[in-house]
């Protein structure tokens, strides 16, 4: 019933709105008031819409604290003309394109991983620090996969083979290693002295930083299926909020692990279809959630009670990134969207893939995509990167990266960091 109650309420909830908000029109000589209205929500913006329409942003890009528990980077300081580039290499990881690798930056060096689980940290002048593998002979002949993230000195690493570990970071020794019964498939988050990570069965578990132990575990709705998304968490304010393979979001206490609200994105009867389902990651911004899915579905969500605040038709699986009272996402269709985070209206949109022949557009993906300081920087599964203006959503220049798929852009340090198969790239 509780499930019926809020996929009822997700369907009748999205009304026509509007708002008086100030942009700048290029076709005026000042600034102009706009009445931006939200498309019927049964139509797809396929197209350039407010097309002279400039985006304002502060001129002051405000440093985010919390931006790795909520998944929120929002502008961050970097503005290159990339032609500095250098790279940091690593044996050919396979199964890349079915990965979402992460980066743990610190201010003395860089961790990645490479062929076979081996760690390694590397100094920002491209020297490795230190190089440890802790696999055994048979587990290196498997295509091992590493999730990583710290907290202080520590290091805590998942896998594809069900082990979970931490390292320090200053000298990569081995701090404690565990086994879970389910290899995991999640973020990993660290909140005081706990961590949270949700495995293929759709358990969030919380371990202890410590020494890994488990403190509690909190299973959710499993209907077999087994998404290659990695799942999203985000934390805030002793609750930790989570996706599951079947477009489930449920939040918890973040100490007891007890149920405070579930809010259902799919129908039950559609559950069977759950395996082409694929939602981008989770961003909580104030006190909303905001994710979006490959189905046409863009939800704002309110966190304290799980209800829903407004639903747009995107087509995105990426992540999206808020700045502003302003969300910025692209389609699986390469549109990149400005929208209004308070309403929920689309203030304007424009083609990325525009230069693409049409028969090549089926075939190229959004990756990722960051703010830098006027710039937006997109890349694409076709190893390419875009980068286009915050102000005009229009195309400034396009990288060749590689002939396969890159990883999400990264911004640490007024750098940008771009991961293959077999380096690290960094522009300055």
């Known amino acids: 019933m509780i499930k019926f109650f809020f ?22 000589s000042g600034n102009k008031e706009v009445v931006l209205k939200k498309k019927d929500n049964k139509e797809i913006i396929q197209e350039d819409f407010n097309k002279n329409i400039k985006i304002k942003l502060s001129k002051i890009i405000k440093n985010n604290k919390f931006k790795e528990l909520r998944n929120n980077y929002g502008r961050e300081e970097f503005d290159s003309d990339f032609k500095s580039v250098s790279k940091y290499k690593i044996k050919k990881i396979k199964n890349f394109s079915n ?15 490479e062929k076979q689980g081996t760690l390694k940290k590397y100094d ?65 988050k660290i909140y005081k002295d706990k961590l949270y990570i949700v495995d293929y069965e759709n358990i969030l578990h919380c371990f ?6 488990r403190i509690w575990s909190y299973q959710t709705d499993n209907f ?36 405070l609200w579930q809010t259902p994105t799919q129908n039950n009867l559609i559950y069977a279809e759950s395996a082409s389902l694929i939602t981008s990651d989770i961003v909580l911004e104030k006190d909303s ?17 799980g209800f829903l605040n407004w639903k747009q038709k995107i087509n995105s699986n990426i992540r999206p990134v808020i700045t ?48 830098g300081s006027d710039n937006i920087f997109l890349s694409l599964s076709n190893g390419m990167l875009i980068v286009a203006s915050i102000q005009t959503g229009e195309i400034i220049n396009t990288f060749k990266l590689d002939g396969n798929q890159i990883s999400k852009p990264f911004i640490f340090d007024n750098k940008l960091y771009i991961v293959k198969d077999n380096s690290i790239i960094e522009y300055k």
């Open 224 to 259: 077999f299926v087994k998404t290659k998304k990695t799942l999203s968490i985000v934390i805030d304010n002793e609750k930790v909020i989570f996706t599951n393979s079947i477009g489930d979001i449920t939040a918890l206490d973040a100490n007891k692990g007890f149920l």
């Open 99 to 113: 990965f979402e690798p992460t980066i743990v930056f610190k201010s003395d060096g860089i961790i990645f991983f």
């Open 324 to 371: 502003d009272d302003l969300i910025f996402t692209v389609s699986n269709e390469g549109f990149l969207y400005f929208i209004d985070s308070l309403t929920g209206n689309i203030i304007k949109s424009n083609n990325l893939l525009i230069n693409f022949k049409s028969k090549q557009r089926q075939f190229i993906k959004p990756i990722g995509i960051a703010l």
């Open 124 to 188: 920002y002048s491209q020297k490795l620090i230190w190089k440890k593998n802790f696999y055994s002979k048979q587990e290196k002949k498997s295509n091992i996969l590493l999730n990583i993230t710290h907290e202080n000195d520590i290091l805590i690493i998942t896998d594809n083979l069900s082990k979970y570990y931490a390292v320090d970071l200053k000298n990569g020794e081995l701090l404690w290693s565990k086994t879970n019964l389910t290899p995991f498939n999640s973020q990993i």
């Open 289 to 305: 959630i905001f994710f979006s899915n490959n189905r046409n579905e863009f939800y704002s969500i309110n966190k304290n009670n």
């Open 208 to 213: 202890s930083i410590k020494n890994g132990n």
């Open 7 to 28: 996929i009822i309420l997700i369907i009748f909830s999205g009304c026509s709105l509007e708002k008086k908000t100030f942009f700048k029109d290029e076709t005026t």
